[in-house]
């Protein structure tokens, strides 16, 4: 979980993967601070929180054993102390005394936080009903897996409460990022007694969800979801997740204009306000090996060779840099920095015209007619893609037609596997390597169906051990690469801008994560 956390000023700050903004809403009140959410939270439940502003919400709403610091670094949460066996394998947490859950609007509630919410928070995540997104991070936990598959009863797995204020956890082999996983939502308390009386709406209404983090749920709206604390030291005191609702505005003036207190803009533009820049998308050439001509790897990898030989594409170098992988810098596996480690990615491939020579065996001059390069509209590469496009003919002999569509339309049809080659955005939307490598499945980006492939996926949720399961993923990328589905063309460069005055806020663009626990505004 340690990546791309950076030290701005004095502040602190790690937070949210979001998508473009087109606005905010004004917040109340000096300490207040307002976050553009492309949907509004719909679910509050901490052990299945996924979507993007769900989980930002539960981050914020919930508290857990540990919380990431500025470095990226666990700290005392709600735990005031833990110890870990010599073996790496026994996790012993201390609760702080008195701990107790909150309703709306901050009222007081008979349910204490105690070591067996923590039990019971993570008996959920391996039931098999739940269905938690959290999961595959707890794979080292003992009986876990074998709950997940219903093998076991939830009960049973290594998670137990030694008294009231004692959790301990039991490992079947270390994990060397166990502690920091700890502070997902997942890992944060459920109380069974009011999980129960809830009739299975648990975190959905406000009547239904409970507090034991720093800030409470205030309001929770069409319009929004508001979430306040007490005013102690000049933090901010109120989380503001609305939806825009004016006329569209850039990101500086958005803030400027005090309509939101950060933002995310992935445009050139020069600005006074303070920004951190970071890339969460490859833009890649993909190839739909389900067409018939390009299910023939060695056709494939001859593109992939011939366009390698393109000079210099012509793109808006402040927004668009050289990839260094289909993985994008910054992402980590567990306590390891995935690009650091996976290294260069990039396969030799040999000579293009010879594997072209190859694939004429068996690709005919009409399984060749039809090819077209997808490309949407606003992406600003199409003069890139017109340039490789003349290697290959020159190259190969092979020249396809270019279709430049609108994003909506873009979308639909890669959605849909509606094109031949295209020229595409790969988002990692969750911080996940996994996840970003899982979404090129069979039903998934180039369609790929590959037993080895999907065999190395699950390897890799399954290895406790963060080096182990980043030479898996790996693998996969490389794999993806070698067989000619995917060419990583641009890193393509985003910003976080920050209103002034504001310092502390925790922002990891791989995420998600926005965390105002320690966040003020001067």
């Known amino acids: 979980?340690?990546?791309?956390?950076?030290?701005?000023?004095?502040?602190?700050?790690?937070?949210?993967?979001?998508?473009?903004?087109?606005?905010?809403?004004?917040?109340?009140?000096?300490?207040?601070f307002t976050w553009f959410v492309e949907e509004l939270p719909?679910?509050?439940?901490?052990?299945?929180?996924?979507?993007?502003?769900?989980?930002?919400?539960?981050?914020?709403?919930?508290?857990?054993?540990?919380?990431?610091?500025?470095?990226?670094?666990?700290?005392?949460?709600?735990?005031?102390?833990?110890s870990v066996s010599s073996d790496g394998l026994v996790y012993t947490f201390r609760l702080k005394e008195g701990l107790t859950y909150k309703a709306t609007r901050g009222e007081a509630t008979s349910y204490a936080i105690t070591a067996e919410d923590?039990?019971?928070?993570?008996?959920?995540?391996?039931?098999?009903?739940?269905?938690?997104?959290?999961?595959?991070?707890?794979?080292?936990?003992?009986?876990?897996?074998?709950?997940?598959?219903?093998?076991?009863?939830?009960?049973?797995?290594?998670?137990?409460?030694?008294?009231?204020?004692?959790?301990?956890?039991?490992?079947?082999?270390?994990?060397d990022n166990f502690v920091n996983k700890l502070a997902l939502p997942g890992a944060m308390p459920c109380d069974e007694e009011f999980f129960l009386s809830t009739g299975g709406s648990y975190g959905l209404t406000s009547d239904t969800t409970l507090s034991s983090g720093s800030f409470y749920l205030y309001n929770w709206t069409s319009g929004g979801l508001f979430?306040?604390?007490?005013?102690?030291?000049?933090?901010?005191?109120?989380?503001?997740?609305?939806?825009?609702?004016?006329?569209?505005?850039?990101?500086?003036?958005l803030i400027l204009n005090e309509r939101c207190t950060a933002a995310l803009d992935d445009t050139s533009t020069p600005t006074s306000l303070r920004s951190v820049r970071y890339s969460d998308t490859t833009w890649c050439m993909l190839f739909n090996s389900q067409h018939p001509a390009l299910s023939n790897t060695l056709l494939r990898q001859a593109l992939v060779s011939a366009a390698r030989q393109a000079a210099s594409l012509t793109v808006d170098t402040s927004i668009y840099q050289p990839a260094s992988g289909l993985v994008p810098e910054g992402l980590s596996v567990g306590s390891v920095d995935y690009r650091q480690t996976a290294g260069d990615p990039a396969p030799d491939l040999g000579n293009a015209y010879v594997l072209y020579r190859g694939a004429r065996q068996t690709v005919t001059s009409s399984d060749l007619m039809g090819i077209t390069i997808l490309v949407p509209e606003s992406a600003g590469l199409t003069q890139a893609v017109e340039s490789i496009n003349s290697v290959w003919q020159r190259e190969l002999s092979l020249f396809f037609s270019i279709e430049e569509v609108p994003d909506e339309t873009f979308d639909a049809r890669m959605a849909d596997g509606e094109y031949t080659i295209a020229i595409a955005p790969v988002t990692c939307t969750d911080g996940s390597v996994y996840t970003l490598l899982r979404s090129f499945g069979p039903d998934g980006l180039c369609r790929y169906d590959d037993v080895g492939y999907e065999t190395l996926l699950t390897q890799?949720?399954?290895?406790?051990?963060?080096?182990?399961?980043?030479?898996?993923?790996?693998?996969?990328?490389?794999?993806?690469?070698?067989?000619?589905?995917?060419?990583?063309?641009?890193?393509?460069?985003?910003?976080?801008?920050?209103?002034?005055?504001v310092e502390g806020l925790v922002f990891d663009p791989y995420g998600p994560v926005l965390d105002l626990t320690w966040t003020v505004k001067n």
């Open 42 to 82: 719909t679910n509050l439940d901490p052990q299945v929180a996924s979507a993007v502003s769900d989980v930002i919400a539960c981050t914020n709403l919930c508290g857990g054993l540990v919380r990431l610091d500025a470095e990226g670094d666990p700290q005392n949460d709600l735990c005031e102390s833990w």
């Open 460 to 501: 890799s949720t399954t290895a406790a051990n963060s080096t182990v399961r980043c030479q898996l993923l790996a693998q996969c990328e490389r794999q993806l690469l070698a067989e000619g589905l995917v060419l990583p063309l641009f890193a393509q460069q985003k910003r976080l801008l920050l209103a002034d005055g």
């Open 227 to 253: 979430l306040r604390r007490d005013v102690s030291g000049g933090l901010i005191d109120s989380l503001r997740l609305v939806q825009n609702t004016g006329p569209v505005q850039s990101a500086q003036d």
């Open 118 to 175: 923590f039990v019971y928070a993570f008996q959920r995540i391996f039931s098999p009903e739940t269905r938690s997104p959290y999961a595959v991070e707890f794979s080292a936990i003992q009986g876990g897996s074998a709950a997940l598959a219903g093998l076991a009863d939830p009960s049973d797995i290594g998670v137990e409460a030694a008294d009231s204020l004692t959790v301990v956890f039991t490992l079947t082999e270390p994990d």
């Open 1 to 32: 979980m340690k990546r791309f956390l950076v030290r701005l000023t004095a502040a602190v700050l790690a937070a949210a993967l979001l998508l473009p903004l087109a606005g905010c809403t004004q917040g109340s009140g000096v300490n207040s």
